[in-house]
């Protein structure tokens, strides 16, 4: 309806008119309206009845449409409206949950940037002192006091230290455990036979014997290194001196099957270390490993050594050498089975170790394989015996006081004197000034050999 205002409310049309009198607008709508076209009477024959009648079904038929059409826009609109309400609020609430995060994000901001201002110095402080213990770390390095070899054990200081006897009996070659030792002891131990007493502090070899029973000699060797003393038996004065001179006794002839094994044992010991030698037997077939040696310390309290090690010369120093003076040694002890004969090994700085019978002298490590024994200094230690009625085959011989001594290393000879108070006391060796020798870094190998019949000699 053209001009027309769509009612308010409802469906209905009112007109304002006065009473008996046509209303010239809606006869003015009416003749223009499609309806008059198609129902009403012809303009020309229009009366005012007839206009009002017509007019009155024109008004019913619109008030109809609009019935049709007007609810379902208002609906329409009404959905619209509250569905782009909705929509505001929506919008409204995000836009204020977003600044709330904003305002909460630069307030831990700011709050955090307060705190590092205030912290600054204390931060500055310990980073300085955090990049000065990396530098400490970094540069702290760790002797061993056995040995002098450098070491990632911080501890190693006054760690533990193991004495362990090892037969050099024809039967008893090769033996597992030297080559790894820090210091070995060579001496007769009866019937012109030697023996090694070998000494451990850092390494901890996983197959160690054949293991053999102790003797005075070796049990007054190793006081001073305040060590646990593994053996399997003894001699008489050798198992009472264990026995009441405030030792670490560690007899394993007590601890078979626990923490000693015979490779000629049930298939448990055997599996318990399956590096062992076959076919040996007693008493040449004793063996152990680290793995049951700290056990039994830990079990017992054996736990750190203090002692006094050799001087050692500075680390990666290496005497200057004019020339080589002694590049084969040969150590006379009894018979030329045990009697050892090492050649100098230049580009190593080592002396090979063999016998003058039966070749390299041979370690057997727990992989099984094999390793010539090479230790980085040799000494020669004349040593005086000591004769015993009640155990005549046993030899026995003096440690303290002094004598003389032979040091080979970097391929030349020193002439030295050992020298020592008592047993408690630390083997040294000095030159004709009474001056400490230095020693090189590594492993060292003394051979006590008796005056009067044993000697040594070394040429280029």
Request: glycine share 8%.
């Given at each position: 309806m053209d001009g027309m205002k769509r009612p308010y409310r409802g469906s209905k049309i009112y007109v304002r008119k006065k009473k008996g009198e046509a209303d010239e607008t809606l006869v003015n709508l009416y003749k223009d309206s499609e309806f008059a076209k198609e129902n009403a009477t012809p303009k020309a024959e229009l009366a005012s009845e007839d206009v009002d009648e017509d007019i009155s079904a024109f008004i019913n038929d619109e008030e109809d449409k609009v019935k049709e059409t007007d609810v379902p826009v208002k609906k329409s609109v009404k959905a619209k409206r509250k569905k782009a309400a909705i929509k505001e609020k929506k919008k409204s609430k995000a836009k204020k949950t977003i600044g709330k995060i904003i305002f909460a994000t630069i307030l831990v901001a700011l709050i955090v940037l307060?705190?590092?201002?205030?912290?600054?110095?204390?931060?500055?402080?310990k980073v300085v002192g955090q990049q000065k213990l990396e530098e400490t770390v970094a540069d702290e390095i760790y002797y061993s006091p056995l040995t002098g070899l450098e070491t990632t054990n911080?501890?190693?200081?006054?760690?533990?230290?193991?004495?362990?006897?090892?037969?050099?009996?024809?039967?008893?070659r090769p033996q597992s455990g030297l080559n790894e030792a820090g210091i070995v002891?060579?001496?007769i131990a009866e019937g012109g036979i030697t023996r090694f007493m070998a000494v451990y502090q850092e390494a901890k070899p996983k197959l160690v014997g054949p293991i053999r029973s102790a003797r005075q000699?070796?049990?007054?060797?190793?006081?001073?290194?305040?060590?646990?003393?593994?053996?399997?038996?003894g001699a008489t004065n050798a198992i009472n001196t264990l026995k009441t001179s405030g030792y670490r006794n560690f007899d394993g002839g007590w601890n078979e099957g626990k923490y000693v094994f015979r490779s000629s044992g049930n298939s448990s010991h055997r599996n318990a270390l399956p590096s062992m030698p076959r076919g040996r037997y007693a008493p040449h077939n004793v063996y152990t490993s680290f793995d049951y040696i700290d056990k039994y310390n830990y079990a017992n309290g054996f736990g750190k050594s203090t002692f006094t090690g050799?001087?050692?010369?500075?680390?990666?120093?290496?005497?200057?050498v004019d020339e080589i003076t002694a590049s084969t040694i040969q150590i006379n002890v009894s018979s030329n089975y045990y009697n050892v004969l090492y050649t100098y090994d230049k580009a190593n700085n080592r002396y090979l170790r063999s016998?003058?019978?039966?070749?390299?002298?041979m370690s057997l490590n727990a992989d099984g394989s094999k390793v010539q024994n090479a230790p980085t200094v040799v000494v020669a230690m004349k040593v005086n015996a000591i004769k015993r009625s009640s155990e005549p085959k046993y030899s026995d011989y003096v440690t303290t006081g002094t004598?003389?001594?032979?040091?080979?290393q970097d391929g030349i000879q020193i002439n030295a004197r050992w020298t020592r108070g008592s047993v408690n006391d630390p083997l040294k060796f000095v030159d004709s000034n009474n001056e400490e020798i230095k020693l090189n870094r590594g492993q060292v190998w003394i051979t006590l050999y008796p005056s009067g019949t044993g000697s040594v000699k070394a040429s280029k």
């Open positions: 307060g705190v590092l201002y205030l912290l600054m110095p204390n931060l500055e402080e911080k501890d190693i200081k006054d760690a533990g230290v193991t004495c362990i006897m090892i037969e050099n009996s024809t039967d008893a002891y060579e001496a000699t070796f049990v007054e060797l190793a006081k001073p290194y305040q060590c646990s003393y593994l053996h399997v038996g050799f001087a050692r010369i500075q680390p990666d120093y290496r005497t200057p016998h003058v019978t039966g070749g390299a002298h004598g003389d001594a032979y040091i080979f």
